[in-house]
């Protein structure tokens, strides 16, 4: 294995930050990070590097769990059980579903980051979450080096939440996940978002997985800068769920305030929208600041530092708590 030093980890964070690692490692198999965990337990674990904002160097050994591989692992008349390891890319697994006409996670595609982060964050996207699809997760304690199986209800999934970023945090180390997707008769979520007038847009009445999966990708490229080419986390803050009491009172204020019903006492309203209505949409501050298509997403222009954009971040959050009395959480780690 292979440990490296004072190692830049500006290519393996989507914010772009150029932090450093005091040592680095990649991990291909689950025997080296077995081996890895009997000797070192003061360690960073580091996936695709898409849900994370780097304020500092980090003074540990930086795992980056680069598991690959993509298995069937059982088959019937309506369901495909696939299971993808920790370290493959999330919008290539996609991809590689719906070419094989396996239904489910069509509208999550062209999310950043790696299969083994998705049950952590439980993402979603276009009316669809992880825990709608997902039938086990493998991973490994980082105390002992035992393989677990979590199903479905050991994750305890909630909006952007699962027992990995709770109770069990730091505790284990996700080797691979296991999806249950449908082979024929896919139920389509069409009605969230924008994806039934891209369709429309394109002539497309009887749409397929793909097609839905090629309408989120227009939308998302629409909206979204390529990390690639502009460094950024997606969504950097979490939409607020509060009590449609308290909505009904901001409403006589605001009364353009949109709204999800999320139960009979709950609404779920758009961070989006609020950080427009902020007037931070478009606004640059240096080299870090908010996208021009998307408030929701804070962007590195080029050199800006994880302290910078986090001290964006901030503004919003007071500015909004002052001007409507909520409080938007971030959505991504801050480290």
């Known amino acids: 294995m292979n440990i490296q030093s004072n190692f830049s980890l500006k290519k393996h964070n989507t914010f772009g930050i150029n932090a450093l690692a005091k040592q680095f490692i990649a991990i291909h198999t689950i025997e080296e990070l077995a081996t890895l965990l009997q000797n070192e337990k003061d360690i960073f674990i580091l996936g695709g590097g898409s849900n994370m904002l780097l304020t500092k160097d980090i003074n540990k050994l930086v795992v980056h769990i680069n ?5 069937v ?3 019937n008349e309506e369901y495909t059980y696939i299971k993808a390891n920790a370290g493959e890319n999330w919008h290539e697994f996609v991809l590689y579903c719906i070419k094989n006409n396996y239904g489910g996670i069509e509208n999550l595609s062209l999310i950043p980051g790696n299969v083994g982060t998705t049950p952590i964050q439980n993402i979603g996207a276009y009316g669809v979450e992880i825990k709608d699809v997902f039938f086990s997760c493998e991973a490994m304690e980082i105390e002992t080096q035992k393989l ?4 479905k209800d050991s994750c305890q999934f909630g909006y952007r939440e699962s027992i990995f970023k709770n109770e069990l945090k730091n505790q284990y180390i996700i080797t691979s996940v296991t999806f249950k997707l449908t082979n024929k008769n896919h139920k389509l979520n069409t009605s969230y978002g924008a994806i039934e007038t891209e369709l429309a847009n394109q002539n497309i009445t009887t749409p397929t ?3 839905v999966s090629n309408a989120v990708i227009s939308i998302r490229k629409s909206k979204l800068p390529d990390p690639k080419e502009l460094g950024s ?3 950097f803050f979490k939409n607020p769920i509060i009590s449609k009491e308290k909505y009904s009172k901001i409403a006589l204020l605001f009364p353009d305030m949109p709204h999800y019903n999320i139960s009979d006492s709950e609404v779920k309203v758009p961070a989006g ?6 007037g931070f949409k478009g606004k640059r501050f240096g080299d870090a600041g908010i996208h021009k298509n998307q408030a929701l997403v804070l962007v590195n222009y080029g050199n800006a530092t994880g302290s910078e954009i986090l001290a964006v971040s901030k503004d919003i959050q007071n500015t909004i708590l002052n001007k409507f009395g909520i409080l938007i959480e971030a959505e991504v780690n801050i480290i």
């Not at 598991?67 to 298995?71: A, D, F, R, T």
């Not at 677990?148 to 199903?151: L, T, W, Y």
């Open 67 to 71: 598991l690959k591989g993509i298995e």
């Open 148 to 151: 677990i199986i979590f199903d």
């Open 73 to 75: 692992i059982d088959k």
């Open 209 to 211: 997985i793909k097609d």
């Open 273 to 278: 929208w609020l950080i427009e209505q902020a």
């Open 233 to 235: 986390s997606g969504s």
